[in-house]
């Protein structure tokens, strides 16, 4: 009989619920782009280009290990410009509450704490912001699936996303996950008056060990004119990362097995 | 002009391990109000090369950095200086670090309780880079991580003073500048002079702790005259001192919340009864750092330090000697604004002293022309407080200073 009605309730619940949620969507986007594998290391060449052309190039290695309860630790070193070689830069993220940041300046030889409460702060100077580089919170945002279409050969899923805090400077965020891999192909940043603020591109997709990888990516401001490219040099999973790796020993003496 | 090079960076790598970078900088610092005691204007002006080598064979790693510079006021010299010089041993559980080398402990921002580590504060007050405010120790640093904790061990065999301001270029206070006969004497190296600093330090609620503590000696020497009734003769000497201190730093209060203390026992000077030796003190530091809006962030210090038998110290004062408060404090504030991409750093540091009444600005813009061209103009602004606190002494002093550099 229990049986029955269940199966009852099941035909009566419109077909439309099968299909996923808004935030289903934007949940398993998020754990495509920002979670995938045991840990994940890439070596990445950075091109911040000025409105009127002139090029800057920060040159990293990034790492980062994920932890129960969707924390994750990253190490990032940096090899270019020649004022930053040397230092390193570690965060601990929490789902729920503020990152740990900590910085490395190797000619005073100190690792410092710096605060970490604007997530929406530029990310060395780049158009990405560190929440673009670690991830936005799903919870931060409601989401609305807005349509389905083709982006190229790509069938997408077109979300809208609002901020539910005032303090965010995008009104709102329309995304254009694919449906295969879940990687955000495209995003469209409208800023408070509504107007096209930022536009993300995934300009090159490759799967390494198994995991869809967006390994050239394009932030521009289309209001400034200034853009940055993130071009993937190395990338690699899975690769036996140590949990004291993230630690202020190995931020003054990073291994050059793994930055290299 | 020596910035004729653009563009992009020139560092070479010599053999796959092995690569030599550095910088070429022009650093001028001009009083603004009145000369030097020297009759010059300029605190500073010169031109600077710094190389640096490196050289990785695992487990080993060498490094070496020195300046090669051009000094335009002490008789336009060329001179150059080891910045620090070391062999580096890395192992799983432990590493050592031998030679001349650059030691940070502590929370503070520019207040030091257990950076105990030598100080240039020559450097810091006529406008260097703020890295020029360390100076290396020639020791040995060894790194133990069991894992329960970590412990870092400095053992340093050759002492190395404070640099503090020349009279020449800064008008200081000086109790007694008829004398000029005052030779200085080191702590000789020895084994029972060796100095020895020890960390131990491990995450404990999600905030950073350490203990600190140091055997060894104060880097600013204490002048002892030949006769306490008509002296001839100021002997400079660096008394002995231990610290024991701690440290936490952590997120709290939506912000960066630093805490540290340190215990200074002057152990030349148990009593407080000696005049010209520092009677032993308590030190606090609280800090504060929150960014309230982009790009934006605000550091708020409090520090305060404690004398200990401080009627001992009162009794004891020569005649012509400032007071100094029971309980001396200090305030500091820092604002950093980056603009255009991170380019355009404009900053303000601020010390005051409620209970002194003296204090330092130093304001600063900073812009990268390019990755590897910058630039930075700023001023050392000091006052109040009286003629021997530690910045209304300066109050002469104040300067507008340059920097620029091209880093290859």
């Known amino acids: 009989m229990k049986s029955f009605i269940l199966a009852l309730v099941i035909a009566l619940i419109p077909c439309s619920a099968f299909a996923l949620s808004a935030t289903e969507i934007m949940t398993k986007s998020h754990e495509a782009f920002y979670y995938p594998g045991k840990d994940f290391k890439a070596r990445m060449v950075m091109k911040l280009i000025s409105a009127g052309g002139q090029q800057r190039i ?137 107007e096209l603020l930022k536009v993300f591109t995934a300009d090159e997709v490759k799967t390494v060990k198994g995991f869809p990888t967006i390994t050239k990516r394009t932030m521009k401001n289309v209001q400034s004119g200034h853009s940055t490219v993130v071009t993937f040099e190395k990338t690699d999973y899975n690769l036996g990362l140590s949990d004291s790796l993230f630690s202020e020993r190995f931020m003054k003496r990073p291994p050059q097995q793994w930055i290299e | 002009m020596l910035f004729v090079f653009a563009g992009s960076a020139l560092a070479i790598n010599i053999a796959k391990d092995v690569t030599l970078d550095g910088f070429l900088q022009g650093n001028y610092s001009v009083d603004t109000a009145r000369a030097n005691p020297d009759g010059d204007y300029f605190k500073l002006a010169e031109e600077r090369l710094q190389l640096k080598l490196e050289a990785n064979k695992d487990p080993f790693r060498v490094f070496i950095k020195s300046d090669f510079f051009h000094d335009w006021i002490d008789g336009r010299k060329f001179d150059s200086e080891l910045r620090e010089g070391f062999v580096e041993y890395t192992s799983d559980k432990w590493d050592a670090r031998i030679g001349r080398q650059i030691i940070t402990w502590g929370v503070g921002d520019l207040v030091f309780i257990n950076d105990v580590f030598p100080k240039d504060y020559d450097a810091f007050f006529s406008g260097r880079p703020l890295e020029y405010l360390k100076k290396g120790v020639d020791g040995a640093k060894f790194g133990v991580y069991p894992g329960f904790a970590s412990f870092d061990v400095v053992v340093i065999p050759f002492f190395t003073p404070n640099k503090f301001p020349s009279p020449d270029r800064f ?76 440290s936490a730093q952590g997120n709290a209060l939506g912000g960066v919340l630093s805490l540290e203390a340190g215990y200074y026992e002057s152990r030349d000077n148990e009593s407080g009864k000696n005049p010209f030796i520092p009677n032993g003190q308590t030190r606090f530091l609280i800090g504060y750092q929150r960014q309230p809006w982009t790009d934006f962030t ?80 700023g001023s050392n602004i000091f006052g109040g407080g009286n003629k021997a606190s530690q910045f209304g002494q300066l109050a002469r002093d104040n300067n507008t200073y340059v920097q620029v550099r091209y880093e290859f």
């Open chain 2, 171 to 246: 008008w200081l206070f000086d109790p007694m500048p008829q004398i000029t006969d005052r030779p200085e004497e080191e702590p000789q190296t020895s084994l029972q002079n060796t100095e020895v600093a020890l960390r131990a330090y491990k995450d404990v609620a999600g905030f950073d702790t350490s203990v600190y503590f140091y055997r060894g000696f104060f880097r600013q020497p204490s002048a002892i005259p030949d006769n306490h009734f008509a002296p001839s003769k100021l002997t400079l000497v660096f008394p002995e001192l231990s610290v024991y201190g701690a």
């Open chain 1, 58 to 194: 920060r040159e990293l290695t990034l790492l980062r290990k994920n932890f129960p309860g969707d924390k994750q630790k990253y190490f990032i070193y940096f090899f270019q410009p020649a004022d930053v070689k040397d230092m390193t830069f570690m965060v601990y993220k929490y789902p729920d509450r503020d990152s740990d940041r900590w910085l490395y300046i190797p000619a005073l030889n100190m690792v410092r704490r710096i605060a970490a409460q604007d997530k929406r702060s530029s990310f060395v100077g780049s158009d990405f912001s560190y929440e673009d580089v670690s991830g936005r919170n799903v919870n931060e945002d409601v989401h609305t699936l807005v349509r389905e279409e083709k982006l190229g050969a790509r069938d997408c899923y077109v979300v809208k996303s609002v901020p539910k805090a005032a303090d965010v400077e995008f009104s709102y965020k329309l995304s254009w996950v694919d449906k295969a891999s879940y990687l955000p192909l495209k995003e469209q940043y409208y800023d408070r008056r509504g």
């Open chain 2, 298 to 377: 605000a550091g708020l210090q409090y520090y305060v330090e404690y004398m200990q038998n401080y009627s001992e110290y009162l009794a004891n004062l020569q005649p012509g000697i400032p007071a100094v408060p029971k309980w001396d404090d200090l305030f500091s504030l820092r604002l950093t604004q980056m603009l255009r991409h991170q380019t355009l750093k404009l900053s303000w540091f601020m010390f005051y002293s409620p209970a002194v009444g003296d204090f330092m600005l130093n304001p600063e813009v900073k812009y990268n022309f390019t990755d590897s061209i910058w630039a930075a103009l």
